[in-house]
């Protein structure tokens, strides 16, 4: 087996709904054997229209996929039994029990775990006799994970897999998620907690719009937005007061009240600069906060940079 | 989380089982058969309600003049009885168990693993047709006994007009289901069905009762030629090409609604 083959290569993508409403517009991204790679975006980005494309569900109106080398949708025989999908929401019979559940998709999966090992994996074993309609809606996830994972798949979809699970649920999820990369799988998976995408992927994708609007590893993706310094503007003191802030490497600044923000690509340099400045001048910089940038404010400046060129592109036409 | 092991599993998967369509499907039908016990309301609605029904048609028919046309009354309530199971038992139950499974997003996760589309429809309608035939074998079995229905001259056409109208309902509540919205609302659309056959299919009024040309209209309802199959597989009176004629018309019916199936059939519900 070819440890770096693109396990997953998705090729200019797009995805058009009855109604007209362009969902998926064209992305390209691949993901590497053994890899956990987030696609992350806000509500309607278009992360679960990409990723049911993945799973073969629906054939894609352009573009081209391949998972494990095979068109998922047109040589599904040859996909399913290599792949397992959790979807966004449950799709269990209420009055089944899950210790039933469990078993009836093992009959429907080759090479499936014992299904007391695939509910232990997520700690259900002991909810093996509740009916589905009693579960949580955390344990519901823990089921739907137990069945993705039955046939021990090469390749997992995980569509917002910790949605409604409580901090713990969370952990133990990341945990078991790693554990199997570890063991060889290639995971996708969506999430609109950038929390969990910047903790569990290797790399990732935000989603805008149905578009990419950036792509990396979680440091890549973060490091591309410039850095944050905060402060109060000492007493008698004003903007022009401050050395020139080009000099410092600063690339932006932004005046609140008193309030001033900088942002910068050169943290150190800038911090170094103001704060030999405050030093000299005998002031104090109050409300100090010095940070560099999290995926948090990456995402955002993300969102705000892709609606605005959205606004121009409205504008221009 | 723990107590199982990720990297190492207890049996390893190179001695477990690859699934096969009939695998794929015993394990559908049997969770579904599952939840059909535990539905109050679908038993009493398939299993009790076509078993009961013709017992209260038997005053209804035996006013009727069904002498005249060389049917007893039993030969009328038996295709009668089997009818009401095809309707009630098979056709009306799975429109509602296709439109709940869609709802309850079954369906959508079926079609992520490996059952292919038909497995998945044919799975989930195995325990009501295998309850449908049951049904028939006793209500045969009953309107012997009780009726004294005499041993079917033809029996083969009746075998096969139960068997294409068990085939023929159950791809018809796919098709139902794909105009289906929610379980309440298949009492609603199901009704067509329910009401042309019953009134149109011979199925209370045996067609040899209507005046010639209505009769040779309804002879082309769905529900038709399986009830003309099965009565005339105990009376031995259909001729060759009438009963080919009934073969095809149930056949006709039958393709045309798994062709319906395969265009229209709805995996998702509607958002």
Known sequence: ?317 | MSGASVKDPATPAVGRAVTTPASRMAALARAELTLLGRSRSTIIAAVFLPLVLPVSLASVVEDMDVQDVGLSVGLVLLPAAIGFSLLFGVYSALAAIYTARREELVLKRLRTGELRDPEILGGAALPVVATGLVQSLVLVAGCTVLLDVPAPKAPHLAVLGVLLGLVMCAALAAVTAAVTRTVESAQVTTMPMVLVSMTGSGVTVPLELLPDRLASVCELLPLSPVITLIRGGWTGGLSAYEALGALATALAWTLLAVFAVRRWFRWEPRR
């Open chain 1, 1 to 317: 087996m070819d440890t770096n083959e693109h396990v997953i290569e998705v090729t200019d993508l797009r995805r058009v709904y009855g109604g007209g409403f362009e969902a998926v517009r064209g992305i390209s991204f691949h993901v590497d054997r053994g890899e956990i790679f987030a696609l992350l975006g806000t509500n309607g980005a278009g992360k679960t229209s990409t990723v049911e494309l993945l799973e073969g569900l629906a054939r894609p109106d352009g573009g081209r996929i391949r998972v494990l080398g095979h068109d998922p949708y047109a040589e599904r025989a040859a996909v399913r039994p290599r792949t397992g999908v959790m979807l966004q929401e449950g799709g269990f019979p209420s009055e089944l029990t899950v210790a039933e559940t469990a078993r009836m998709w093992a009959g429907c999966v080759s090479r499936a775990r014992p299904i007391g090992e695939a509910l232990a994996l997520v700690g259900l074993a002991a909810r093996a006799d509740v009916r589905v309609k009693q579960l949580s809606g955390g344990e519901r996830r823990r089921l739907d994970l137990a069945l993705a994972v039955l046939g021990e798949p090469e390749v997992l979809f995980l569509d917002e897999p910790t949605t409604g699970l409580d901090a713990e649920g969370r952990r133990d999820t990341w945990d078991l998620v790693r554990a199997l990369r570890d063991a060889g799988t290639t995971v996708l998976l969506t999430t609109h907690y950038l929390e969990e995408a910047e903790n569990l992927a290797d790399r990732l994708a935000i989603l805008h719009k149905g578009r990419i609007a950036a792509a990396g590893t979680p440091a890549e993706v973060t490091g591309a937005q410039p850095s944050r310094i905060t402060f109060e503007l000492p007493e008698g003191y004003f903007v022009g007061d401050l050395p020139p802030l080009g000099e410092l490497g600063v690339c932006g600044h932004e005046v609140d009240g008193r309030v001033v923000r900088l942002r910068t690509r050169e943290l150190q340099r800038a911090a170094t600069g103001l704060l030999v400045w405050a030093e000299r001048a005998q002031v104090a910089l109050r409300r100090l906060d010095v940070r560099s940038a999290s995926l948090e404010e990456a995402f955002l400046g993300i969102a705000r940079e892709a609606s605005r060129n959205d606004e121009t592109e409205e504008v221009a036409a």
